[in-house]
């Protein structure tokens, strides 16, 4: 089962920052959170991941709680095709520490519809 | 830059009939994955490779799946005598050896008449 609990649909207005939470409150030390989005009939895609520190890139910025039970995915500037459902995941760190479990568990995400 | 990519993106078959999907890695990537995702649903992991390996499987893959990546480089995923559940989006990623970050290929979506 899927670690993290997200709203299931949520609304934001085109070129407003869209404020995606996602609650892990069983998070352990060495797991991370990612961020992935879906657009219709695609596959997956990429979008961020941070242990602790806030990270910031040019698609988004993800913030940590200090306890780590919660993050927020913000889509600064939110455009029509940010359209999409949104997966918050948690998942041992391979790289740090040599987690061998292969695979992400997704949930069913957020919706996000971005309303002009 | 070439993503991942999977061929074919669309697949109809009837019921019984045995389909195979290939997916074609990022360049260099060692680690090879393969996800199911139905209508809905966020995607389900079935397997994964580490080069030749085929290090872990879901309790989804039954034994009409099977899948093979013999050169390290590109995967094959074979579902025979298909039934109706089968009908699903059939998605690959990739990663690096020692990299958190799987990339996807844009899936296979299956229909099962």
């Known amino acids: 089962d899927a670690k993290t609990t997200q709203p299931t649909s949520m609304d934001c207005a085109e070129g407003r920052a869209a404020n995606l939470p996602c609650n892990h409150s069983t998070i352990s030390g060495n797991e991370y959170v990612y961020w992935y989005r879906q657009i219709h009939s695609q596959g997956p895609q990429y979008i961020i991941h941070g242990l602790k520190n806030n990270e910031t890139n040019e698609m988004a910025s993800l913030i940590i709680t200090e306890d780590r039970k919660s993050s927020t995915l913000i889509l600064p500037h939110a455009t029509l095709r940010d359209t999409a459902v949104y997966y918050c995941i948690v998942r041992v760190s391979v790289r740090n520490y040599g987690g061998s479990q292969g695979n992400l568990i997704f949930g069913k995400g957020t919706k996000l519809s971005v309303k002009p | 830059d070439t993503g991942v990519s999977q061929d074919p993106r669309h697949k109809i078959t009837k019921r019984g009939q045995n389909v195979t999907f290939r997916c074609d890695p990022i360049?260099?990537?060692?680690?090879l994955y393969w996800y199911r995702q139905t209508l809905g649903q966020g995607p389900e992991f079935l397997t994964y490779?580490?080069?030749?390996?085929?290090?872990?499987k879901s309790r989804l893959l039954s034994d009409r799946f099977s899948a093979e990546r013999p050169k390290g480089s590109f995967s094959t995923l074979e579902i025979q005598r298909t039934e109706q559940g089968d009908s699903a989006m059939y998605l690959c990623?990739?990663?690096?050896?020692?990299?958190?970050?799987?990339?996807f290929g844009p899936g296979t979506r299956l229909l099962v008449l």
């Open positions: 490779f580490q080069n030749e390996a085929q290090l872990e």
């Open positions: 360049s260099e990537h060692n680690r």
């Open positions: 990623a990739s990663s690096l050896l020692r990299e958190e970050t799987q990339y």
